[in-house]
């Protein structure tokens, strides 16, 4: 499913600088009423552009400037684009200079408006589409820079004009720091439009602040969360605000609560609550939630501004349009370069609503927003720990948690300011905490989730969650327990080598834990699992009417029970006591699905090729001690069974040696789909083309495989690997798909492929009706009484298939007995395996790996 919003096509050139002066008295900028600035209109603010834009004359350079909301910075601003310079905006002070030392721009401006000329001609090679850098990260000064081009500013502004409806009698109180890009970006729709800015370091607590926006007759401001925290405790709903027309929110996420209460509030009070959602790296504002929608779904961002449209790939939001950067700067040779960036990959996982809304589930990444700035907790425990403090940095939006070794610590005061100076954000937002051992995991890696903790104590009364796992990381806990890995926030089920022989009994755990299974669970972090558990750090408590329903249905994967269904099916119809062909090409498809949701989300090529071929010998390790003693114990199958090769060396009719076409094709599938990945050229395609890579790939298998176009060195048969790897490929192409027009593709592609596979119109019926039911309704409600049946024959399903052959060997002529033998025979062998064989071999691997000196363990499940 892809969100989209209506075509626009952007001018590259700047309309808040080359438009200055055509709004003449109209006011540009409002300071306190009573200054000497008092109101600057655009007649002045031009001139005074183009006086200081005079002084900047010259060959085109790099021109930092050192910021505020005041009218010498804006200026200085508009005068260094209007002489055509490279802008690097950043706040004064720490970040500033860390940026100087890095970048050495050409000429430096200073919050009062002074000009250091540090050389007359470049020292840079700057490309000619570069226009302005942004740190990534607010103010903290990382020298990780984003890379905008005027065609990207020129169509954010114009893109959140056309959201928001701005007027020329707007005005906005600029509530936000310039040099923070959702500032920056009401600077420029505000400039373009002609409508004016109000200027002013007062808080939105102050009543200085609300007296100078009357005199102002401001319309709008712009908020970040914490800013709707200050409103809500200072008495904002009893104030009378006729001029107010609507109100922005961005900068990190409001609790649903609070924006359905400030929706509310401002559709009794005359004015409209805007939710929007925006990243640097994509100028500024990407989404944008009506405001008839707000109080209806507060948990969601919107949809994309006009020009530009959203996609969830892999759990991920993807942004596309014409704001989308150029790509980023670590050092000054980067800024010679060109576009780099195509797409813009969030990092941020997300979901669409069936109404097209945008809803962000959490983030990859170890970062944090404070204020609206995006605080990377990596980097500012590095740059702790360079200046001599033993220190772990962790937090959450609007906290950093700063936690020391006691043995070594300063005073608390002290690392408080480090820590300020180091990410930019007031004291309040800091919190320090000393210990006298910083907690570890099982692997010796810190326990962030224990630090917060320590900082962030579970209010009285909220005892341990009900599953009697330690409170805030039950489902760490579980993951660790199930995949035998040790497990920190930010992984997530496929980071910790989870797979499509794993995912059934996780899924079904996770979701008696949580209470609902969220669409993207698999590459989700353990620490946003955790807000979601029903009276944990989420405190989602369930009324009667829920705990009835739970007890009664459940929500499950529909590939999980199609799963169970169909080995049910498959044994059954050997077993002579229905007739019901085609689950086992099902299957094929449900696993290439699997494998691409689990296994290829990876974004290292040889991890993924790895990770491919683990899985094959998986399969075919436990296949092949069935096949080979039963051929050596009862003469059954052929030689070349025993090589997983009947595929290659069959005669081309059904007999015995066809029995395990299905474990073959499995096998083969796997080591051609890792052999692809590990292409550097085929990952490159896939980042670029996710759905479009694997749907070449299903066809060039269909049409050359399947269709009898070329003679093939192999029989020919339906079960033959070559002939069926389409079903498997198809399979991974339908986990690809993330737009309503791919779906109905898909539907037809499905029909037409699979319907005339073996033109028998009931096998190839239930095949279609299984898939097009997983690509439909991935996710279903089953009978609460069936989940555990449902749970035991999907995880145990590869290991019944493999031995029920034998199992209807001894039990031919009783399709009852038979079938139920076969079930018990295939659950006794998925035990073993999954049991005392896992055991000892995760034993046996640890002690190997442990013998091998500097040696990295693998950590993976102990399953051979």
Not at 81 to 96: D, F, M, R, S, Y
Not at 512 to 525: I, K, M, Q, S, Y
Not at 841 to 861: A, D, E, K, N, Y
């Amino acid at each position: 499913m892809t969100a989209s919003a209506v075509p626009l096509a952007p001018s590259p050139t700047l309309p808040w600088v080359s438009r200055l002066g055509i709004h003449g008295t109209r006011p540009a900028l409002r300071t306190s009423v009573g200054t000497a600035e008092g109101t600057v209109t655009y007649a002045d603010l031009a001139r005074r552009v183009d006086d200081f834009a005079a002084r900047l004359a010259g060959p085109r350079r790099l021109v930092q400037v050192e910021g505020r909301s005041t009218v010498d910075t804006v200026v200085g601003y508009l005068a260094a684009q209007t002489a055509g310079h490279v802008v690097l905006l950043v706040a004064p002070g720490e970040p500033a200079a860390r940026l100087r030392e890095t970048y050495r721009p050409d000429i430096v401006l200073d919050p009062a408006g002074g000009v250091e000329v540090v050389r007359e001609t470049s020292d840079h090679l700057l490309h000619p589409d570069l226009a302005l850098l942004l740190s990534t990260s607010g103010s903290t000064g990382s020298a990780k820079l984003v890379r905008l081009s005027a065609a990207n500013l020129a169509a954010n502004a114009e893109q959140i004009t056309a959201a928001l409806g701005v007027r020329p009698d707007d005005c906005a109180a600029l509530t936000l720091p310039i040099t923070y890009c959702y500032g920056l970006s009401v600077l420029h729709t505000h400039l373009a439009a002609g409508a004016s800015l109000l200027l002013t370091d007062l808080s939105v607590v102050e009543d200085c602040f609300w007296r100078l926006f009357h005199a102002a007759g401001a319309t709008t401001f712009p908020g970040v969360p914490h800013t709707f925290e200050l409103l809500e405790r200072s008495g904002f709903a009893e104030r009378d605000l006729p001029s107010l027309r609507y109100v922005t929110q961005a900068g990190g996420r409001m609790e649903p609560e609070r924006v359905r209460l400030f929706a509310e509030l401002g559709r009794t009070r005359g004015w409209d609550l805007v939710v929007m959602y925006g990243q640097s790296e994509a100028t500024a504002r990407m989404t944008c939630l009506p405001p008839d929608l707000a109080a209806e779904h507060p948990d969601t961002v919107g949809v994309p501004v006009p020009g530009a449209t959203i996609d969830v790939v892999d759990g991920e939001i993807v942004f596309r349009g014409p704001n989308v950067m150029l790509g980023y700067a670590e050092e000054p040779a980067d800024l010679a370069l060109g576009r780099t960036v195509f797409e813009l990959r969030t990092g941020d996982l997300g979901e669409l609503t069936d109404d097209g809304l945008v809803r962000v589930v959490g983030r990859r990444a170890r970062f944090v927003k404070v204020l609206g700035h995006r605080i990377d907790l990596d980097a500012l425990e590095g740059r702790l720990r360079s200046q001599g403090h033993d220190v772990r940095a962790t937090g959450r939006d609007g906290l950093v948690v700063v936690a020391c070794d006691v043995a070594s610590a300063p005073a608390r005061e002290s690392l408080r300011r480090a820590a300020m100076r180091a990410c930019g954000v007031p004291r309040e937002a800091v919190r320090i905490v000393f210990v006298r051992d910083q907690p570890l995991l099982v692997s010796g890696k810190p326990d962030y989730s224990a630090l917060l903790a320590l900082a962030c104590p579970a209010p009285a009364g909220e005892g341990p969650a009900p599953t009697g796992e330690t409170d805030g990381r039950a489902v760490a806990t579980l993951y660790g327990r199930l995949l035998q890995r040790d497990v920190e926030d930010e992984a997530t089920f496929v980071s910790l080598g989870g797979d499509s022989l794993s995912y059934v009994e996780v899924s079904i755990r996770l979701e008696e834990l949580l209470g609902r299974l969220p669409p993207n669970w698999h590459v989700t972090p353990v620490r946003d699992l955790e807000l979601l558990r029903p009276d944990g750090k989420g405190r989602r408590r369930r009324g009667p009417a829920t705990l009835l329903t739970r007890t009664t249905w459940r929500t499950m994967e529909t590939s999980v029970w199609l799963r169970a269904l169909a080995i049910l099916l498959i044994v059954g119809t050997h077993a002579g006591l229905f007739a019901l062909q085609g689950t086992a090409n099902a299957l094929l498809v449900i696993a290439g699905y699997q494998v691409a949701r689990f296994q290829l989300v990876d974004p290292g090529r040889r991890r993924r090729a790895r990770r491919l071929v683990g899985a094959a010998v998986r399969i075919a390790v436990p296949s092949l001690v069935v096949i080979v003693g039963a051929h050596l114990l009862g003469g059954y199958y052929e030689t070349r069974n025993l090589f997983l090769a009947n595929w290659v060396f069959g005669e081309q009719q059904l007999g015995p040696p066809w029995r395990f076409w299905f474990i073959e094709a499995m096998v083969v599938a796997l080591v051609v789909v890792a052999a692809v990945n590990a292409s550097r050229r085929v990952a490159d395609l896939d980042r670029r083309h996710p759905f479009g890579l694997p749907l070449a790939l299903t066809v060039a298998a269909f049409v050359l495989f399947r269709l009898p176009v070329l003679p093939l060195p192999v029989p020919r048969m339906q079960g033959s690997a070559l002939v069926v790897l389409y079903l498997f490929l198809l399979g991974w192409a339908l986990a690809r798909v993330s737009t309503p027009a791919q779906k109905h593709l898909m539907t037809v592609f499905v029909i037409v492929t699979i319907g005339t596979f073996s033109f028998n119109p009931a096998r190839d019926g239930l095949t279609i009706a299984f898939v097009l039911l997983m690509l439909w309704r991935p996710v279903t409600r089953v009978p609460s009484v069936l989940v555990p049946v449902v749970q035991v024959l999907a995880a145990a399903s590869l290991y019944i298939y493999v031995i029920h052959w034998q199992a209807l060997e001894l039990l031919w002529g009783h399709p009852i007995t038979a079938f139920a033998g076969s079930l018990a025979s295939g659950l006794a062998y998925w035990w073993i395996w999954t049991r005392p064989v896992a055991t000892a071999w995760g034993g046996l691997s640890q002690r190997i790996w442990q013998r091998v000196p500097g040696s990295w363990s693998p950590g993976h499940r102990a399953t051979p």
